[in-house]
């Protein structure tokens, strides 16, 4: 069993900044990808940004050049730093783990139950 647990969300004006932090606890072999997706009112799911074992970053093109995905594999945690922020920002942000099971060897995707983000105008 793998648990993330979110932290950092909460209310900030347009064009501030805030930053989200989540760790994994639980029995695994490895993380594999951490990341953040978010799902604004009447939108599916998206992915934010996520940051793989071998360092590579990825990040969706609204999120380019304002958004810093960060991870620390000694503590299990990843970051998303988050500047620049936009109404359109507005959402649940959960953490994703894709995490390798120690009883099986494969690979199980793992939620955090998501912390909200409201920018306001």
């Known amino acids: 069993q793998v648990q993330l647990v979110e932290s950092g969300g909460g209310l900030v004006q347009a064009g501030g900044s805030l930053t989200l932090s989540c760790v994994a606890s639980?029995?695994?072999?490895?993380?594999?990808?951490m990341g953040w997706y978010r799902q604004a009112p009447g939108k599916q799911r998206e992915l934010v940004a996520d940051f793989s074992v071998d360092g590579s970053t990825n990040y969706v093109d609204s999120v380019k050049g304002r958004f810093t995905i960060s991870r620390d594999n000694v503590k299990n945690t990843v970051y998303l730093q988050m500047n620049s922020l936009k109404s359109e920002d507005t959402a649940v942000y959960y953490c994703?783990?894709?995490?390798?099971?120690?009883?099986?060897?494969?690979?199980?995707?793992?939620w955090g139950k998501g912390t909200l983000i409201t920018v306001s105008s």
């Open positions: 994703h783990a894709d995490v390798t099971r120690v009883a099986t060897m494969r690979p199980m995707d793992a």
């Open positions: 639980g029995i695994f072999f490895r993380i594999n990808t």
